[in-house]
């Protein structure tokens, strides 16, 4: 027989409940806030070409400096931005604050890296997208061929030839397109036929346990094959250990990107680290 709550365990329920809508309600009246409060700030990972002992670009990171509760990550309200449609605003001050960014690193002289921004679904469907990007490449003088958009297999379903043409348009004007978190969507492979994309980018969850699962190892060698067939980049994400890199090294995937080389580091230490 189902144990029936008692009346005190449905208040206390209903109770927990509220306050977690609570908690929920404030976070969006602050997310609403955040960008006015210049409370977002972009971090920075390097990815690097080991063998080539080289930078080769950098992933713009969000984060939430909240007044209260402190850093925010993106796992955290990212969710919150795309339900309220935020995500639209927010992700517009991303892209232009990090093109400025690696603008600024170019003036001083480095100019052999380019700079990936994460595009939510939301923001890429909306109809003045590829107007609004190149707008920010115009306001900030940042050449377009060092710009990356990240998008994911699960955006790339939804209105195909709409999103075919956008592609193409970004194509065109000299934008480069990644896949993130390779081979977790719902997507075919068949897009990869026909979307104009450069890199892809192999998942955390393959990469975390590719040297102690042989089923994650043949799934990461399997996509680093696919890319050199099809003539695109490939890079790791989240590579911790050097077993990690060794796999990846004979796998000959020489591209990646995690807490083994750097985490997401401020615009200032990156500059420190890695340009000066
Ligand atoms: P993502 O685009 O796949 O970014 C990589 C995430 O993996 C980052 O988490 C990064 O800090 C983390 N990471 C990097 N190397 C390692 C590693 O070696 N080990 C582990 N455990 N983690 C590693 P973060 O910064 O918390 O971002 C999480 C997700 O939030 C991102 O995943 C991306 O989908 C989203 N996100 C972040 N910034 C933005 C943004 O500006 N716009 C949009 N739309 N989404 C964003
Ligand atoms: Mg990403
Ligand atoms: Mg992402
Ligand atoms: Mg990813």
Same mark, same amino acid.
Request: proline content about 3%; overall charge negative.
């Given at each position: 027989?189902?144990?029936?709550?008692?009346?005190?365990?449905?208040?206390?329920?209903?109770?927990?409940?509220?306050?977690?809508?609570?908690? /929920?309600?404030?976070? +969006? *009246?602050? #997310?609403?806030?955040?960008?006015?409060?210049? @409370?977002?700030?972009?971090?920075?990972?390097? $990815?690097?070409?080991?063998?080539?002992?080289?930078?080769?670009?950098?992933?713009?990171?969000?984060?939430?400096?909240?007044?209260?509760?402190?850093?925010?990550?993106?796992?955290?309200?990212?969710?919150?931005?795309?339900?309220?449609?935020?995500?639209?605003?927010?992700?517009?001050?991303?892209?232009?604050?990090?093109?400025?960014?690696?603008?600024?690193?170019?003036?001083?002289?480095?100019?052999?890296?380019?700079?990936?921004?994460?595009?939510?679904?939301?923001?890429?469907?909306?109809?003045?997208?590829?107007?609004?990007?190149? /707008?920010?490449?115009? +306001? *900030?003088? #940042?050449?377009?061929?060092?710009?990356?958009? @990240?998008?994911?297999?699960?955006?790339?379903? $939804?209105?195909?030839?709409?999103?075919?043409?956008?592609?193409?348009?970004?194509?065109?004007?000299?934008?480069?397109?990644?896949?993130?978190?390779?081979?977790?969507?719902?997507?075919?492979?068949?897009?990869?036929?026909?979307?104009?994309?450069?890199?892809?980018?192999?998942?955390?969850?393959?990469?975390?346990?590719?040297?102690?699962?042989?089923?994650?190892?043949?799934?990461?060698?399997?996509?680093?094959?696919?890319?050199?067939?099809?003539?695109?980049?490939?890079?790791?994400?989240?590579?911790?250990?050097?077993?990690?890199?060794?796999?990846?090294?004979?796998?000959?995937?020489?591209?990646?990107?995690?807490?083994?080389?750097?985490?997401?580091?401020?615009?200032?230490?990156?500059?420190?680290?890695?340009?000066?």
């Amino acid at each position: 027989k189902v144990k029936e709550l008692s009346g005190n365990d449905y208040q206390f329920y209903t109770s927990a409940m509220d306050k977690r809508t609570m908690d /929920n309600v404030k976070l +969006e *009246t602050s #997310l609403y806030r955040a960008l006015d409060l210049n @409370e977002f700030l972009v971090v920075y990972q390097p $990815q690097f070409d080991y063998k080539h002992k080289k930078i080769i670009g950098v992933e713009a990171l969000l984060r939430w400096n909240h007044s209260s509760k402190g850093m925010i990550p993106p796992g955290q309200f990212i969710p919150l931005a795309e339900e309220t449609g935020l995500i639209v605003q927010i992700g517009e001050w991303v892209l232009k604050q990090s093109c400025k960014q690696l603008k600024e690193w170019q003036d001083k002289g480095f100019k052999h890296f380019t700079i990936s921004v994460n595009v939510s679904a939301q923001q890429f469907n909306k109809k003045d997208f590829v107007t609004m990007v190149k /707008n920010i490449l115009a +306001e *900030t003088q #940042l050449d377009p061929s060092y710009l990356e958009l @990240e998008l994911t297999e699960n955006l790339i379903i $939804q209105n195909t030839e709409e999103t075919l043409s956008k592609m193409s348009e970004l194509k065109k004007l000299g934008i480069k397109i990644s896949i993130d978190d390779f081979g977790t969507g719902y997507s075919s492979l068949g897009y990869l036929r026909n979307f104009p994309i450069n890199t892809l980018k192999i998942d955390r969850s393959f990469i975390n346990d590719v040297c102690h699962d042989s089923k994650n190892a043949a799934i990461t060698n399997t996509i680093i094959t696919l890319a050199h067939n099809l003539n695109l980049h490939v890079i790791a994400e989240g590579v911790e250990t050097k077993d990690q890199i060794d796999f990846l090294s004979s796998s000959n995937c020489h591209l990646v990107q995690g807490f083994y080389f750097s985490p997401p580091i401020k615009a200032d230490d990156f500059f420190e680290k890695y340009l000066n």
